[in-house]
């Protein structure tokens, strides 16, 4: 969904980033305002999941931390991915060390969850634009097929299913992960 905004009154990042936060959140990019769609049920249960095993591996070795939700502004855009992951050492921290309120660099690796009323072109176009600025990764999970497409500086994009292997963030030791792995956690039964 496109917020109406006219060509006359354009806002620029910073006016953007003045207007109040909406539930789900607004993203701006190419000059535009786009709110995102509301998480349902296979997209809320891919991001939490996804977030928490990129964690598990990880947090405790301090070498990565995957944030749902996080706006990241950075090169004249703030977007909101579904998830973004930071090596530890990039991790915007405050004066006191504690993390940072506001994150003006790109993701080291964006991960996005294709919703069903998502203009897939839209979702990766910010993908794109996170790898043109220094991301090192992004994936678009598309659950309506099972499949995840692989974005990668220098590279053209790459679709995986089944059981491929995933390319991780390299930080990242010791774990692989299918994408079968990924798909199998909307099974309930």
């Not at 607004?26 to 977030?51: V, W």
């Not at 940072?100 to 910010?126: G, M, T």
């Not at 299913?161 to 039964?189: K, M, R």
Request: hydrophobic share 45%; proline share 7%; charged share 20%.
């Amino acid at each position: 969904m496109t917020l109406s905004i006219q060509p006359t009154t354009a806002l620029n990042v910073e006016e953007f980033l003045k207007l109040p936060e909406r539930k789900p959140a607004s993203e701006y990019f190419n000059r535009q305002i786009y709110q995102k769609p509301m998480p349902q049920g296979k997209h809320s249960t891919l991001q939490i999941e996804l977030a928490s095993a990129i964690n598990q591996v990880a947090k405790s070795k301090k070498l990565a931390y995957a944030f749902t939700e996080l706006r990241c502004t950075f090169s004249g855009f703030s977007i909101v991915p579904d998830i973004a992951v930071f090596e530890w050492p990039r991790i915007p921290l405050d004066a006191k060390g504690s993390i940072a309120n506001k994150f003006e660099i790109p993701p080291d690796w964006i991960i996005e969850i294709l919703s069903p009323e998502q203009s897939a072109n839209r979702v990766i176009r910010k993908i794109t634009f996170s790898i043109q600025n220094g991301a090192k990764l992004g994936w678009l999970l598309d659950s309506a097929d099972e499949s995840i497409m692989i974005f990668e500086p220098n590279k053209l994009p790459e679709l995986k299913e089944n059981q491929d292997i995933l390319p991780i963030l390299s930080v990242i030791e010791n774990w692989q992960l299918t994408v079968a792995d990924v798909f199998s956690w909307l099974s309930f039964i």
